[in-house]
């Protein structure tokens, strides 16, 4: 069974341009999720899709970030205009359930990240 | 806001050894918490799921403790090989009834290092 996967593995950018993310989750998997990495700094949350709505955005850290999941299976995250502090690692997870308690349908998946750099 | 934090920040340890990487967290209405490990240029692995009612969970040669009312959980890592040499991260999930986004709360991570 393929695991989550993410295009392109690395994004080399300049400012001002935009760059789309792919992500590609586990067959099956309702839940999906996007975060990043900035240098030196923690994963942190951008948002959560069940199928194809959001279910939170609160981490999306401004406009310029757009994320979509058409259809419930893969997903993409638009960046435009790319800023210098968009750089770093963009992790998806997905995961087969959200709310089922003490069950591991609840484990997230991730894939192996998008790394953006933007000069 | 939930904070997490590991100790140490690295470390460094023959092979053979066992060890404890540890995880703290501020906010204790967790769901669940996950470790994972980290290789360079690769994803996440996860190792490790506690739910929040558990006290503990194993796999092989590790095993994960859980104590939610103080806000901790231990990596233990017993025999250690070259080969679990990464970047251990500790991540929870807010419980129902706590503040927050949905995603999981990350922590730094341990940088380990297993010498041959």
């Given at each position: ?22 992500c ?15 240098m ?39 960046v ?6 968009d750089?770093g690692?963009y992790?998806?997870?997905s995961?087969?359930?959200?709310g ?20 | ?13 023959p092979?053979?050894?066992n ?15 996950q ?25 092989g ?5 859980l ?11 017993a ?13 929870v ?14 922590g ?9």
């Amino acid at each position: 069974e393929a695991g989550v996967t993410q295009f392109p593995s690395h994004s080399v950018i300049e400012k001002g341009q935009t760059v789309t993310l792919r992500c590609d989750p586990i067959s099956g998997h309702d839940n999906l999720y996007w975060y990043r990495r900035v240098m030196g700094k923690e994963i942190k949350f951008l948002l959560h899709f069940v199928k194809e709505s959001k279910q939170d955005e609160s981490g999306m850290p401004n406009n310029r970030f757009l994320a979509e999941r058409t259809g419930g299976t893969y997903s993409t995250l638009k960046v435009q205009p790319a800023e210098l502090e968009d750089s770093g690692v963009y992790f998806c997870a997905s995961s087969q359930d959200w709310g089922s308690p003490g069950t591991d349908k609840n484990i997230q998946y991730f894939g192996a990240g998008t790394r953006l750099s933007v000069l | 806001k939930q904070e997490v934090t590991q100790i140490p920040a690295a470390l460094s340890v023959p092979e053979g050894e066992n060890l404890v990487l540890n995880c703290s967290f501020t906010d204790s209405a967790i769901y669940n918490l996950q470790w994972f490990r980290q290789d360079p240029g690769k994803g996440l692995t996860s190792l490790l799921l506690i739910q929040s009612s558990q006290r503990e969970q194993t796999s092989g040669r590790l095993n994960a403790s859980l104590d939610k009312s103080s806000g901790r959980s231990t990596l233990y890592i017993a025999a250690s090989q070259p080969g679990d040499s990464a970047t251990y991260l500790c991540a929870v999930r807010r419980g129902d009834s706590g503040g927050g986004a949905d995603g999981l709360t990350f922590g730094k991570g341990t940088h380990l290092i297993i010498q041959p």
